[in-house]
T-cell receptor, first 110, second 111 residues
């Protein structure tokens, strides 16, 4: 079946350092979404990318969708302690089905 | 008003028991999901419903039975609970190809 892998699985950074998580799908995706889950919380939608090669920014967060629409990345510039959590990508291999990536757990050390 | 509400938030029960988790949404979206999140934080899709109809059943044991009495509700009933069922279960709601809204989760502990 379709798989969506994320690397790294864990990342510890010093506050102020940059962070990047990569998402790779075994199949082409019509779109990709990113979610953030704070410790003890539920996943919360961050953004959706639809076009091949698309880049979107939200303040310190930069999201990119690969040209082949099989991979994506999320880059955080100058991390803050509020960035702590698990970041998931998610994509639809079909209608009414979103597969979540394996997630990257980010810890930010003050 | 919470968009997607799940009850209960915590559930501790003994092996062999039967339990239910309820999910209600007020967004009016057609698609509802159940996801299971294990201790490693992997989010696995279990079921997908569209307009009260079961669309996807991802090789979940038949001890798990979802029920959608109407478009606003999707419940999950689990029979004969096993230790391996311990996890956080999330209900999510989505309109086609838009963002998914998650409930707060139900932390199920089977002892």
């Amino acid at each position: 079946g379709q798989q969506v892998m994320q690397i790294p699985q864990y990342q510890h950074v010093q506050e102020g350092e940059d962070f990047t998580t990569y998402c790779n799908s075994s199949t082409t995706l019509s779109n990709i979404q990113w979610y953030k889950q704070r410790p003890g919380g539920h996943p919360v939608f961050l953004i959706q990318l639809v076009k091949s090669g698309e880049v979107k920014k939200q303040k310190r967060l930069t999201f990119q969708f690969g040209e082949a629409k099989k991979n994506s990345s999320l880059h955080i510039t100058a991390t803050q302690t509020t960035d702590v959590g698990t970041y998931f990508c998610a994509g639809p291999p079909g209608t009414y089905k979103y597969i979540f990536g394996t997630g990257t757990r980010l810890k930010v050390l003050a | 008003d919470t968009a997607v509400s799940q009850t209960p938030k915590y559930l501790v029960t003994q092996m062999g028991n039967d339990k239910s988790i309820k999910c209600e949404q007020n967004l009016g979206h057609d698609t509802m999901y159940w996801y299971k999140q294990d201790s490693k934080k992997f989010l696995k899709i279990m079921f997908s419903y569209n307009n009260k109809e079961l669309i996807i059943n991802e090789t979940v044991p038949n001890r798990f039975s979802p029920k959608s009495p109407d478009k606003a509700h999707l419940n999950l009933h689990i029979n004969s609970l096993e230790l391996g069922d311990s996890a956080v279960y999330f209900c999510a709601v989505q309109a086609l190809n838009t963002e998914a809204f998650f409930g707060q989760g139900t932390r199920l502990t089977v002892v």
